[in-house]
């Protein structure tokens, strides 16, 4: 089993900056992309940041310029810095990765959810 544990997150004033990580851990051979999604007040939820294992990103448009994903694959971690921080950007973040699990005859990818950190912006 997968397991995904983040940490971060807060309340701030907008414009100021946090953070947020998630690490994977269990029983699994590879992590590959890696990503981070929120779901708004309005409950819509978005795809907020996307890393591949070569480091490629892309960005949901509104937080292009503001928003920074990494990761660690030695330590099978991803990181999001959130800077300059909007009211719009409320909401709670999961990230969300692929793993290949199983046997070295039948491997197949899950995708497990992390639990979801709280982050808040104020005007």
């Known amino acids: 089993q997968v397991q995904l544990v983040e940490s971060g997150g807060g309340a701030v004033e907008a414009g100021e900056s946090l953070s947020l990580s998630c690490a994977a851990s269990g029983d699994f051979h590879e992590v590959r992309d890696m990503e981070w999604h929120r779901r708004t007040p309005g409950n819509v939820r978005e795809l907020v940041a996307k890393i591949t294992r070569d480091d490629e990103t892309d960005y949901l448009d509104s937080v292009k310029g503001r928003f920074t994903i990494s990761r660690d694959n030695a330590k099978n971690t991803v990181s999001l810095q959130m800077d300059k921080l909007e009211p719009d950007d409320t909401g709670i973040y999961y990230c969300?990765?692929?793993?290949?699990?199983?046997?070295?005859?039948?491997?197949?990818?899950?995708?497990?959810w992390g639990q979801g950190r709280q982050v808040t912006v104020s005007s």
């Open positions: 969300n990765v692929q793993v290949v699990v199983g046997s070295s005859w039948a491997r197949h990818i899950e995708r497990p």
